[in-house]
C-alpha cells in the first residue's frame, strides 16, 4: 500500500451549486471498474486506495474565477465511500450534519467554505481561505474503498451569491487485499 509513483492515477468528480439556493447536493463517481471486493480463488480482492484528496471551488457565473469579494454564503462539503446518492442539484439533495462528521467511517474527506462577508468571516474568527480541511487521507495512510461509488456531497448553509463548480481530484491506486482485511471494510464500510 505504499504510495508509489508508477502505481498512483488521478480521478475526478465536479458539481455545480446553485446560487440563491439552500440545501444539499450531490455528485457521484463511478469506481466499480477499480474494486472487486470478492476474491475468488488464488485471486485477492481489490480496493481503490485513496492518498490525497485536492478540493476546488470555482465561479462558475465567471469563466472561473475565485470566489467574489463580495461572497456572503457558507458551505459544508464532504467525499463519501458507498453513499450511492447519485447525482442532484442544489436543494434535491439530502444530508445531515452526521455525514460530515469524524464518527462517519464512510467519510473520507471534508472541506468547508465561508465567504469573505459571512456572518463567520466577519465575527473577527481567522478564517482560512477554502478548502478548510477537518479530515483527509495520506500517503502513509490511505483511505481503502471497497465499495463502488464515492460521492461529494455538499451542505449549503447561508445562500451563496453566485453559482459555483465544486470538483475534487484523487491521487489514488488499485490495490490487492488479504481476506482479512477485506473483511474489515466491508464491515466498516456498511451503509
Known sequence: MAYDLKNVFYLDA????????????SAQLDLSAYIDPIARGRTKGTGLAIYKVHWSMVDADNA???????????MQAGLIAGLGAGDTATGAGAASSAAFELSN?????????????????????????????????????????VRDNC?????VGENLIDDYTLSVRLECAQITLDQATLNQL?????V
Open 14 to 25: 465536479s458539481t455545480e451549486i446553485t446560487k440563491a439556493t439552500a440545501g444539499a447536493g
Open 64 to 74: 472561473g474565477k475565485p470566489w467574489d469579494d463580495a461572497e456572503s454564503g457558507t
Open 105 to 145: 467511517n464512510l467519510l473520507i474527506s471534508t472541506a468547508s467554505f465561508f465567504g469573505p462577508k459571512s456572518q463567520i468571516a466577519n465575527a473577527n474568527t481567522p478564517v482560512s481561505a477554502f478548502p478548510n480541511t477537518t479530515v483527509d487521507p495520506s500517503e502513509k495512510v490511505p483511505y481503502v474503498i
Open 151 to 155: 460521492c461529494i456531497l455538499y451542505m
Open 186 to 190: 466491508l464491515r466498516t464500510q456498511t
